[in-house]
């Protein structure tokens, strides 16, 4: 919320600055800025917060002397356009599992689609009262009053999108973050310093390949804050230039440009989109060939590229431990109470698991209902009392199972790799001592005792005890 404040006190004290300073502002940017950090936080907004956004409308336009009557009719239907708004998005977009709206390639045409009662409602409520109040021709007031609060509406769009996604991402990507945004800002210094007409039109060109740039990183905040400030900025400008040199009467240029920044942020939107979605569908499927289904925990595959990899990539004075469970008598489970409550304690058991080994070893189910876990600690003491303990634990302290408590006993087989192991011997070796342990009584761990700083000859010799 407080953030949500300060945010809105900028952008009341940056639409008063640009009021004041001339009459083509970026009063409409602020607008928006309001208007999507209400519908962003509507559930959390109170009234205090609402005033506060409205007087952000409100205030630069009676700075800049806008006549009274023409803002409390602005204002209003600006208000009641965000309420049509919200409840047409609300009610009819589809939305993502993190509950946003912008989620799928459909929902940017959806979006536009839901937004046009709001836009219609606005542009005839607006037009009515302007020609009831100062006699301003209905028709041309409203088509223009439509334009112009699409393009808001796309603006408002990334604003929405944009904000609470900034924050918590500037924290983890910082560096790729300002990577992405770098054209985008070199294209606003272009925007706001170039004053000669041939390169302004050079630079405005640039802003194609910019959009399309940023719709390509497949980042979906950033496309829309880039499309948001690129499509301000640009719009600004021309507006002003337009002034000077361009012989379109205002209101064709503005219908003009707004249609062209709106088209572009529609087709940069649409790429970045369906790109994102293209990642969270691969990062969704690589999790399911990975991950075990019942469990959630690594599969076999998984924890054998992943162990491979972490072995060989240990210096000869590093050690790691692998650790192979079974559960006892597991079939008797499975026949005594069904394959369901077998399932279950499948389940329960990973749990109990990780929450005793530390942050970051790889486990895995690689059978039925036999694990593997790779402990790398830096002790190979604390690997070996930790494997005990897991033994120990199950025994002494039944799973919950239904509300209902479930004795379970495992065994267990542990291996230190020493210089120059490879994971498969070890794994091997590992499944040798898991075997002793089931056939000395289970409830057990043993270890499998190797000599160490031997290179791995094809004749060496573990001993076992
Ligand atoms: N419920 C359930 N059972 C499974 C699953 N995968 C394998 N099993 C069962 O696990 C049992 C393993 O039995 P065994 O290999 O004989 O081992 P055990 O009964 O645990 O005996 P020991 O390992 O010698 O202590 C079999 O009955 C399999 O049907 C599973 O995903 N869910």
């Not at 800049?64 to 409840?87: C, E, F, K, P």
């Not at 969270?280 to 590229?305: E, M, P, Q, V, W």
Request: aromatic share 12%; net charge neutral.
């Amino acid at each position: 919320m407080i953030t949500l404040l300060i945010i809105t006190i900028l952008t009341t004290i940056v639409g008063i600055l640009e009021r004041v300073n001339g009459p083509f502002s970026l009063v409409w940017l602020t607008n928006a800025i309001s208007i999507g950090l209400l519908l962003r936080f509507y559930q959390h907004v109170n009234w205090r917060h609402f005033l506060v956004c409205t007087l952000g409308m409100l205030i630069p336009d009676y700075l800049a002397g806008t006549d009274a009557h023409q803002i409390v009719i602005m204002t209003s239907v600006n208000i009641i356009t965000i309420w049509l708004a919200y409840n047409c998005l609300n009610r009819f977009a589809s939305r993502s599992e993190e509950n946003e709206w912008l989620c799928t390639l459909y929902s940017v045409p959806q979006w536009l689609l839901l937004c046009q009662p709001a836009l219609i409602g606005s542009a005839l409520l607006g037009a009515g009262g302007l020609s009831a109040i100062f006699g301003k021709p209905f028709l041309p007031t409203a088509v223009f009053w439509y334009l112009n609060e699409s393009l808001n509406f796309i603006v408002f769009l990334p604003v929405i999108l944009t904000f609470p996604k900034t924050s918590r991402s500037s924290d983890d990507h910082f560096l790729s973050t300002l990577r992405h945004f770098l054209p985008s800002a070199l294209l606003l210094f272009a925007f706001i310093f170039i004053k000669s007409e041939v390169y302004f039109l050079m630079a405005a060109i640039l802003i194609i390949p910019t959009l399309i740039w940023l719709a390509l990183s497949g980042n979906l905040f950033l496309t829309t804050f880039g499309i948001s400030l690129n499509g301000a900025f640009f719009f600004i400008w021309i507006i002003h230039a337009s002034h000077r040199h361009l012989p379109f009467t205002e209101n064709i240029y503005l219908s003009v440009v707004r249609t062209i920044v709106t088209v572009l942020a529609l087709c940069a939107l649409t790429i970045a989109v369906a790109i994102s979605e293209r990642d969270k569908l691969f990062s969704k499927l690589s999790k399911l060939a990975d991950h075990d289904d019942l469990t959630g925990i690594l599969n076999r595959r998984a924890f054998t590229k992943a162990a491979e990899a972490a072995i060989s990539s240990l210096k000869d004075n590093h050690f790691c431990t692998l650790v192979l469970m079974d559960i006892d008598f597991f079939k008797r489970i499975n026949d005594e109470w069904g394959h369901q409550k077998g399932d279950k304690v499948l389940i329960e058991f990973c749990r109990r698991v990780e929450k005793i080994i530390p942050d970051n070893q790889l486990f895995a189910r690689v059978g039925g209902e036999e694990f593997a876990l790779l402990l790398s600690t830096a002790s190979d003491k604390y690997n070996r009392e930790l494997a005990e303990l897991i033994v120990k634990e199950i025994a002494r302290t039944p799973l919950i199972i239904d509300n209902e408590p479930f004795p379970l006993t495992i065994s267990a087989g542990i291996v230190k790799k020493v210089a120059g192991q490879k994971y498969e011997t070890l794994f091997k070796y590992a499944d040798q001592v898991l075997y002793q342990a089931k056939n000395n009584g289970r409830n057990q761990c043993r270890e499998y005792l190797q000599v160490e700083n031997v290179s791995p000859m094809p004749d060496f010799t573990p001993s076992v005890t």
